[in-house]
């Protein structure tokens, strides 16, 4: 592949259009893609694009206030990621600056994240390393179904505990450093996490207003416009056609208000709990302090999708498990059970061997010359 050069800005555009379609997979929180991109009208010397990420505040989860909000920039923080890993595995270098996101003004409902600068190229391992990312980004899912049983690789603690990332190069592993990663690998643990989650996770479908939210992320029935949220099938597994209306009706908020209540919640949250048990090990997320500010909530974003890839190149499969984490007194009540380090717990999830195949959940079609002009 020939090395972009700064003369060269012609490919740029193309460039730009791939490290779209690799962002567009990013995780996020229900899939609600709460990010937006905007392009710069016109770019400072030295610089061949200018990109600010927004957050859309249309497309963002709030029942659960703070839960929610910490959620949206996790995900806009693996969104980030996957972009500039994406240009990277083109061979382009990007500065990405939180503080000058705070001088652009995006049209509403958009808020400014971050930009990206892109200003360069970048060496060729890097370039490979990215590239190299980039096919496993588009292999990543998240795996919901039943784990096998088998330990993880060994030495997968010490790789996950230190995620490098293209969009925040300077953040390392050193104590300093604003998040941390766990990988728990005892059964003890394991077993104490299930028990947890199958006693607690009700709360996901008996909180009202958190639950009706969900329920409007469901897709019960597959059409070609789909581009966002979560479709049934990738919950619960296969499901015929004449089952998807029974679920409907069965898990519409009004019916959850009488028949949560009645056990189906208490039901529901055990058989989570169940599949907590059967995980390899758990992957855990926290940030030392509570209080998090932006630019530390991106880097966890960021941290926790090149975590995912690793796992995923490993042959491991990930399931967010985020209700433990969303209710602060539920919250400190699991880290102390599992003897979780003080801090803002901010990602949990089983990890495991998963042989389910999984549609890609649906995305909007990225288009960089569509990107919004400012
Ligand atoms: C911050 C965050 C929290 C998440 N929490 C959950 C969760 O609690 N339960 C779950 O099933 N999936 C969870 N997910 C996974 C998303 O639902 C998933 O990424 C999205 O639906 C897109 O699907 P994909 O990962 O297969 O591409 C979470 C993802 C992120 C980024």
């Excluded at 679920?247 to 919640?265: D, I, K, S, W």
Aim: some cysteine; charged content about 20%.
């Amino acid at each position: 592949m020939e090395a972009p050069t700064l003369d060269n800005t012609e490919a740029f555009e193309k460039d730009l259009q791939f490290a779209l379609e690799i962002a567009a997979r990013a995780p996020s929180s229900h899939n609600v893609q709460p990010w937006s991109l905007a392009r710069a009208r016109t770019e400072p010397a030295g610089v061949i694009a200018k990109l600010v990420l927004g957050l859309d505040r249309e497309r963002c989860l709030e029942a659960l206030p703070q839960a929610h909000e910490l959620e949206m920039h996790l995900s806009c923080g693996a969104y980030l990621e996957s972009l500039v890993t994406g240009l990277a595995a083109r061979g382009w270098r990007t500065e990405v600056s939180v503080a000058d996101a705070a001088r652009e003004a995006l049209p509403d409902p958009m808020e400014p994240l971050a930009t990206v600068r892109v200003t360069g190229t970048v060496d060729e391992s890097a370039r490979q390393e990215a590239a190299q990312r980039c096919v496993t980004a588009k292999e990543r899912k998240t795996h919901r179904g039943p784990y096998e049983a088998g330990p993880v690789p060994p030495g997968l603690a010490g790789a996950v505990s230190g995620p490098r990332t293209f969009a925040f190069p300077a953040v390392t592993d050193e104590p300093t450093h604003a998040v941390a990663w766990q990988l728990l690998e005892s059964r003890e643990a394991i077993q104490t996490a299930a028990d947890f989650v199958g006693r607690h996770a009700s709360i996901e479908f008996t909180h009202a207003g958190n639950w009706a939210e969900t329920y409007r992320c469901l897709r019960f029935y597959d059409t070609e416009a789909m581009e966002d949220g979560m479709p049934i099938a990738n919950l619960l597994g296969p499901i015929p056609g004449w089952q998807r209306p029974v679920l409907q009706a069965v898990l519409a908020p009004m019916a959850m208000r009488g028949l949560g209540r009645l056990g189906l919640a208490r039901s529901l949250a055990g058989q989570f709990g169940e599949r907590v048990g059967e995980a390899s090990a758990l992957l855990y997320g926290f940030m030392p302090s509570h209080e998090s500010d932006l630019d530390t909530r991106l880097v966890a974003g960021a941290q926790m999708f090149v975590v995912w890839l690793t796992l995923t190149s490993r042959g491991l499969s990930l399931h967010p498990i985020s209700v433990v984490l969303q209710h602060d007194e539920l919250r400190a009540d699991f880290q102390r059970q599992l003897d979780l380090p003080a801090g803002r717990g901010f990602f949990f999830a089983r990890v495991g061997y998963c042989s389910d195949r999984v549609d890609p959940a649906p995305r909007r079609k990225p288009d960089a010359q569509a990107l919004i002009r400012i």
